[in-house]
């Protein structure tokens, strides 16, 4: 460490675990890990649970196997359940072991959640109400919980039934304003939105925006009240889905940073590269059944760019807007046919005032009236099949439940290179055939 | 109206208003527009404030201009705000003028804000409290504004000076814990994270995922508390923004949906198909450059695709990483040299990894070593301008204050395209006059 360390450290310590982690992401990582021990543990577990998935997973290969049951003790169990997954193999079951015997216990139950749903996003930390308590007793029930265990952000309580069932919710307003007296299950709101514990990432980013909630109490299977999100995890949780989708579609792995090492970033990245090469193979391919019509008449190569790059990208709008709509949950399943002929519509209309532009360019360019009416057509059947390819393909993938966005612009890409080359070329053989050229 | 419309309207009053207007969104307009007089007016005008822009539009277009004024009476002032500008300007002033004196001067407070900015999303209802003020009189206060006029999201109060600077925020949990007699000068938390009047969507979204909390005053330049955004306001912000990123790389509005009307995206799509026409033609006219090339040696034109194909994955890796980073605030202008010098690394590895895919490919299929060189070198160099691209263009742009997402993906692959066409037959003319071919 530098000798400027001691200064640097006495400014980390005053910032806020997310300003710290900031901190930590940008630093080398043998300084972060260096520094980290000097940081009170309360502030660096926090810290450590607000870094990024890759430099969580560095810190936790890299932190003394029993350094890590202190930090972990200091952090609630729903941010300890995020990191667990993320622990060397080797250390996890160990570290577990370490940690206070009901936090283990509150964290075991949070882990049988996937990740990527209501159950594992939640938090497990909420005030649960008898139906039959007073004003009262909760003001007191409240202020024996104290101001550590129970954050500022507490927006509602939630009242269930001796099974733990949902009932209703009560305000921090109602403890204010009504009478010490009155029950709760007689001041209660019966009508509350939840989610479910298997509820997945675009289910809860839905859920917020739709209904402006600042929390959703999250229900088993059986109905009964298990944890809580709030409405700045569903944030997060909205960015991550976003991003995903984003990356997704052009063949990334949804968890790629501009500054994640090269390395892991090749492992990610190459496979897809191969994937779009075979694509791209597919499309040659296609070329290569025309060679003898390109080696007669050596204009038509020039139009493949003017092809591909037309087709690639009206098939990209058509697919950006499908991924994002089918994500969001503004369109349904159902909905694909409605979508599809929209698009149909429009690509006619594009197609033929693209076509009319390629097509007279093309006559002037190279002289060639036959030239200007085969790119005509063939920007016209390479619009209809982007726009096909733009819609068929998320809502195929969605049918087969896997995520609509995976690696579509590749698959996208394909159809419309592999359509536009045969349409172009095909129309262009035809029309050498006809005109006896 | 069908017969049948008496049963529907008695289930869709029972709805809230965000499912109201999910129905809504789905009729067919007509339909809508006959349905919405039978609403009561609060739920009519809260559905209406939940509707997506366009229908809005549609909506505030239909609607009989004397309707407006008691409509929109029923709303709060910022989703009057958020309104009017979708209201014809025909009758803008009109209406403006026939609300309530009180709200018309509170809306156009806030019409001064352009709507991607915290004052522009901002609500201007909160609860601001004096320093002096006990914990008595302040939940008096509350207690006199009365449940209809507060909603029950209220999380914090704010405490201002004289001269309405935010001085500290209050929590409910502090009305109830803390002795009657207390000020809120003396319980109140200054170390308070706030957002300027004219911070942006991206720095609101950033701010909420980065500190969690479930609203943020917004101080105008004096440092006067102007309103409150809202956790979940911020996530519609953060959806809206990614939305936009996501469309606007493709060349789309970002205001695009799966069934917004066809003529409504010719408008928006057909001129970006039209620029990246433009420049497809530059990536022909580099083609038509070695058109005498190509006609000696027509396997040349096979590989065209494949270099357009990898060239452009490899730039929308790059570049969606780069947009999404950018946007989120995740990398600074600054970090631009970080960014290229790992994704050229990443690019270096990647095009020897696939060029030697390729190169073999194309000596194995025309057997010519010759051309798979020249496809190994090709692909090398391509997979180089792609990362350039990829990470030039979009800092690029934020440099000169456009969205890095505006249209990157059109100038990527034109580079892509244009760089790998030259790079790959310059090289096969190169390698032809080497061996003489």
């Not at 400027?4 to 300003?19: F, G, R, S």
């Not at 994937?275 to 060679?291: D, P, R, S």
């Not at 038509?300 to 990208?313: D, H, M, R």
């Not at 503004?330 to 694909?336: A, K, L, W, Y």
């Amino acid at each position: 460490m530098s000798e400027n360390t001691p200064v640097i450290l006495t400014e980390l310590v005053k910032l806020h675990p997310a300003d710290l982690a900031d901190q930590l992401q940008r630093l080398p990582l043998e300084e972060a890990i260096a520094i980290l021990p000097e940081i009170p543990p309360p502030l660096a577990a926090r810290a450590l649970s607000e870094l990024e998935h890759d430099r969580q997973r560095e810190f936790l290969l890299s932190l003394p196997s029993q350094k890590l049951p202190p930090l972990l003790s200091e952090l609630p169990p729903d941010l300890v359940a995020d990191l667990v997954p993320e622990l060397p193999p080797s250390v996890r079951r160990a570290t577990l072991d370490a940690i206070p015997a009901e936090q283990r216990r509150r964290v075991q139950s949070l882990l049988r959640y996937a990740p990527d749903t209501a159950g594992g996003i939640m938090s497990d930390r909420f005030i649960a109400l008898r139906a039959d308590m007073t004003v009262d007793e909760v003001r007191k029930l409240l202020l024996s919980q104290g101001e550590d265990k129970q954050s500022q952000d507490v927006a509602y309580l939630y009242v269930t039934d001796e099974a733990r069932r949902l009932m209703g919710i009560v305000s921090l307003r109602d403890l204010i304003f009504r009478r010490s007296d009155a029950r709760m299950g007689d001041i209660l709101n019966r009508d509350v939105k939840f989610l479910r514990v298997d509820d997945d990432q675009e289910k809860i980013a839905q859920q917020f925006q739709h209904y402006h909630y600042l929390g959703l109490p999250v229900l088993d299977k059986e109905g009964r009240l298990v944890g809580v999100v709030k409405a700045s995890d569903a944030l997060e949780v909205a960015q991550a889905e976003a991003t995903e989708d984003m990356q997704l579609m052009v063949g990334l792995s949804g968890e790629e940073r501009a500054l994640t090492p090269w390395r892991t970033s090749i492992r990610r990245r190459l496979p897809w590269l191969y994937i779009n090469l075979g694509t791209a193979f597919l499309a040659a391919f296609v070329v290569g059944l025309f060679e003898s019509a390109i080696a007669k008449w050596t204009a038509l190569a020039i139009f493949l760019p003017i092809i591909a790059g037309q087709g690639g990208n009206a098939g990209m709008q058509t697919l950006t807007v499908i991924v994002r709509d089918l994500a969001l949950g503004e369109i349904s399943p159902g909905d694909g046919r409605r979508a599809l002929a929209k698009e149909m519509i429009l690509a006619l209309v594009n197609g033929i005032a693209v076509g009319v532009v390629v097509g007279l360019i093309g006559w002037w360019w190279k002289d060639s009236l036959t030239l200007g009416l085969v790119a005509f057509l063939a920007m016209i059947l390479n619009q209809l099949s982007a726009a096909f390819a733009g819609v068929a393909i998320p809502f195929g993938l969605k049918a087969v439940r896997v995520d609509p966005a995976l690696a579509s612009s590749i698959f996208v890409t394909t159809v419309t290179d592999v359509a536009g080359f045969f349409f172009f070329l095909g129309l262009a053989v035809l029309a050498m055939r006809w005109f006896g050229m």
